[in-house]
T-cell receptor
Framework: SQQGEEDPQALSIQEGENATMNCSYK?????LQWYRQNSGRGLVHLIL?????REKHSGRLRVTLDTSKKSSSLLITASRAADTASYFC????????????FGAGTRLFVKA | ETGVTQTPRHLVMGMTNKKSLKCEQH?????MYWYKQSAKKPLELMFV???????ENNSVPSRFSPECPNSSHLFLHLHTLQPEDSALYLC????????????????FGPGTRLTVT
């Protein structure tokens, strides 16, 4: 089974609302990253949280990591229509630190 | 623009054709990656190159053949593909491949949408 699994698979909210996406994983990790992908385009890195960190902020993004539960959440506050995209969590493990495994993603739709 | 370009953006090929996908990064990075993104499936890591040396081959069929002539260019040579190989192929680069303590964010190109008929 895949390493990162996002929940929910799809999320539809109104502009201005907060959006929360969750990610669960199965094995130990070096760090966890969140990426965004606009339809049919490449992925854009949003934020990286290391395994010894619990929370990290970047602008309207807040990421938490609970290694005991093997889960992470991405919160987008005051969402905008431009936030409409798919969001993926990616876990990095292994000695080389390059084996990045992506989840299936959460499709977020923000209605104007 | 992320500094990673991919050509072509769209490709339709028959199962007996031979084609190549090209990726170029203008970021001075030392690591490059190929990923496959199929509909309703997670992004799959295919190959990783560090300083032009392949460090990961994620059980990819031999009909996919990567080539990294220098740290700025990465190719994916395709031959005798199957219809199930139709997907979005994404190239990415990073400053390095990382260590146990250091991980680098990856910068992705826009992808090549491949259709095998």
């Amino acid at each position: 089974s895949q390493q990162g699994e996002e929940d929910p698979q799809a999320l539809s909210i109104q502009e201005g609302e907060n959006a929360t996406m969750n990610c669960s994983y199965k094995t130990s990790i070096n760090n966890l990253q969140w990426y965004r992908q606009n339809s049919g385009r490449g992925l854009v890195h949003l934020i990286l949280i290391r395994s010894n960190e619990r929370e990290k902020h970047s602008g309207r993004l807040r990421v938490t990591l609970d290694t005991s539960k093997k889960s992470s959440s991405l919160l987008i506050t005051a969402s905008r229509a431009a936030d409409t995209a798919s969001y993926f969590c990616a876990t990095v493990r292994g000695i080389g630190g390059f084996k990045t495994i992506f989840g299936a993603g959460t499709r977020l739709f923000v209605k104007a | 623009e992320t500094g990673v370009t991919q050509t072509p953006r769209h490709l339709v090929m028959g199962m007996t054709n031979k084609k190549s996908l090209k990726c170029e990064q203008h970021l001075g990075h030392n690591a490059m990656y190929w990923y496959k993104q199929s509909a309703k499936k997670p992004l799959e890591l295919m190959f990783v190159y560090s300083l032009e040396e392949r460090v990961e081959n994620n059980s990819v069929p031999s009909r996919f053949s990567p080539e990294c002539p220098n740290s700025s260019h990465l190719f994916l040579h395709l031959h005798t593909l199957q219809p199930e190989d139709s997907a979005l192929y994404l190239c990415a680069s990073s400053q390095g491949v990382g260590t146990v303590d250091i991980s680098y964010e990856q910068y992705f190109g826009p992808g090549t949408r491949l259709t095998v008929t």
